[in-house]
């Protein structure tokens, strides 16, 4: 049976995933203090799920790289975390890192400043999502997001936002 993790679960564990958190809550399988590392072997995971964590965290590329380890070659990653350009990522005190597009392709081979870590993935599919307010407006959002991103990024995220991102990765 494949190895699902949740990392920083929290109350809201994924279905069929082996919950790791900080607290000890219901649902929490492993409590560990993901800052300091995931108390699991090498090359042992199938799937990893991060949601609402990775703002939170310490050290993103610690953090990347640790899952990296635990997790088999081909493995995947899932990322959950407020878009940058969105005012609800600075309202939360505790977030501490912020995430655009192209935040984690310096994770993979192309990106021209790699060389400060070696945990290398694919990127998978991308997803930066609008999920309140107005439907019309939101589907717009979602549409102009995903189909230009860069596009988006540098010229409508100022007055069209998304609130979150969605990334999904394979080890390499």
């Not at 949601?51 to 899932?78: A, S």
Request: hydrophobic residues 35%; positive net charge; contains cysteine.
């Amino acid at each position: 049976m494949p190895l699902r993790i949740d990392l920083a679960c929290g109350k809201k564990k994924e279905a069929d995933c082996l919950g790791l958190d900080r607290a000890r809550l219901p649902g929490v399988d492993i409590v560990c203090d993901l800052d300091r590392g995931i108390p699991l072997a090498d090359n042992c995971v199938d799937e990893a799920v991060c949601c609402w964590f990775y703002e939170h965290c310490q050290d993103v590329v610690k953090l990347t790289e640790e899952i990296h380890r635990v997790l088999k070659p081909g493995g995947r990653l899932v990322i959950k975390v407020p878009y940058y350009a969105h005012y609800q990522a600075f309202n939360d005190p505790t977030n501490k890192h912020f995430f655009a597009y192209d935040t984690f392709t310096y994770f993979t081979d192309g990106n021209e400043y790699n060389f400060y870590t070696t945990a290398r993935f694919e990127i998978v599919r991308r997803f930066l999502g609008c999920n309140s307010g107005f439907y019309p407006l939101r589907r717009l959002i979602n549409f102009l997001a995903n189909r230009w991103p860069r596009f988006y990024e540098e010229y409508l995220n100022k007055f069209l936002r998304a609130n979150s991102m969605r990334i999904e990765l394979r080890k390499k």
